[in-house]
C-alpha cells in the first residue's frame, strides 16, 4: 500500500549566486523530488532576505518554498540531497496536515489571493491551528471540570484582592 502525503519544503539558498544559478539550484530539487515519485503542487520563490542571523557566514538568502505529495520514504532521501548540496544554507520539510490546507486556502480566497504563501502567513497559520487545538482542548476541559474553573476563579480573585491590599500598604509607608 502506497501511502502519499503532502509535504511543504521551505529552503533558503545562497544569495550570493546568480539569478540562472539559483534557478539551476530549484530546478535540480524539483527535478529530484518529481524523479523519486514526488508531485509538486505549489513552487513560490519568496525571493532574496536577509537572514535573522548568519548562516555560514552569509548574512542573506533566496528563499524557496514547495508543497509537493510524495511518498514518506523519499523524505529522508531528499534531507540528504539538500544537505550535502552546497548551495543551500538551509532547509526544513513538514508533513502539511489537511487542517493547515483548507485553512489556508479558506484564507487566500478571503484575501482574494490565488494561493499564493508568504513567510508571515505560513508562521500566522500554524500559530493559528495550535491556537485553535489549544482552545479546543482548553473548552473540552473547561466544560467537564465547570466546578474546578469556579474555584480557580475564586482563588483568582482572592489573589487579586491580596495583591492589591499589598499595593496599598506598600503606597501608604513611601508617603510617610
Known sequence: MS????YETTII??????????????NKITS??????????????WGRRRLAYPINKKS?????????????SIIPALERFLTLD????RHLT??????????????????????ETLISSVTEDVATVRA?????????NISSSSDETTEVEKDLDEN???LNETEEVSDEAEVE
Not at 501511502?3 to 503532502?6: D, F, K, S, T, Y
Not at 539558498?13 to 544559478?21: K, T, V, Y
Not at 485553535?132 to 473540552?140: D, F, K, L, Q, V
Open 86 to 89: 552546497d548551495t543551500i544554507l
Open 60 to 72: 542573506n538568502g533566496y528563499y524557496v518554498h514547495l508543497v509537493f505529495n510524495s511518498n514518506p
Open 132 to 140: 485553535n487545538n489549544r482552545a479546543n482542548i482548553a473548552s473540552e
Open 94 to 115: 513538514l508533513h502539511l496536515s489537511n487542517e493547515l490546507r483548507e485553512y489556508r486556502k479558506e484564507r487566500s480566497l478571503a484575501e482574494g489571493k490565488s494561493g
Open 160 to 162: 487579586i484582592e491580596i
Open 13 to 26: 539558498i545562497n544569495a550570493a549566486l546568480e539569478d540562472p544559478d539559483v534557478e539551476t539550484a530549484i
Open 3 to 6: 501511502l502519499r502525503r503532502v
Open 32 to 45: 529530484y523530488l518529481e524523479n523519486h515519485g514526488g508531485v509538486i503542487e505549489e513552487q513560490n520563490k
